[in-house]
């Protein structure tokens, strides 16, 4: 199991994960999140916010709530998408947070927020997205964590390309939000295909993985994790 451990977790009432997506070792980290959450003493309802339409965060509360028998995911336009948020471990982890929840009582059941919208321009889009998750600052004794991809989860504006881009993480209070970008030093991903990542200099450096401060400001930590396994496509 892979396990962030942070400091000062307690006073964070934002998470932002930044992912590669489609690749398994995400879905164990938000695993482990969800059991450290569940081991503390933590009296904040944990919010897991997921890159997903956002329309389909009813459906899948319902179902993780033991109200929804089945999810009726095959008919989501989403899965058409190919980029590797949505597998068929994501499906089986929706499945597991449904059990989870069934043990637990109503003030602490998990719940899930899902903020993608449909916007071609990427700083739209960020700020779209951004705003669904502020929304939930008006809620009381609420911590979000969310993971999308790398980019998005960034706290700072930068340059790419001669362009301006303007992220969804830094449109989050500094005070109380933490950033951390997965960062993977070999192995596979799944978008459209599976694909190689290129090994990293740290490589030889970690075990399995390994937390570390970042230096610089667009994230908080940078989790190492020494190897990726792609996720398998629904179809």
Known sequence: MLNIHLENSKQTKF???????????NIEI???????????????????????????????NKYIDNNLT???????????????RISKEHILFLKWLKNINRNLLKNKKIKIQCFD???????????????????????????????????????????????KYIPLGS??????????????????????????????????TIKKSKLQKNKKSEYDYIFLIKKAHSTKPLY
């Open 15 to 25: 998470i932002l994960i930044g992912e590669i997506h489609g690749i398994k070792e």
């Open 30 to 60: 938000l695993k482990s999140i969800i059991q450290s959450y569940l081991k503390s003493k933590n009296n904040n309802k944990l919010i897991l916010a997921l890159e997903w339409p956002y329309q389909l965060t009813d459906e899948i």
């Open 70 to 84: 089945q999810l009726k995911w095959q008919k989501w336009d989403f899965i058409k998408n190919n980029d590797g």
């Open 117 to 163: 919208v449909i916007e071609k321009k990427w700083n739209k889009r960020d700020k779209k997205m951004a705003n669904i998750l502020l929304k939930l600052k008006k809620r009381k004794n609420i911590q979000l964590v969310a993971i999308m991809g790398n980019f998005h989860a960034s706290k700072m504006v930068f340059y790419f390309g001669g362009n």
């Open 171 to 204: 449109y989050f209070p500094l005070d109380t939000t933490i950033s951390i970008k997965l960062e993977y030093c070999s192995g596979y991903f799944y978008n459209e295909y599976s694909k190689k990542i290129p090994s990293h200099k740290n490589i030889n």
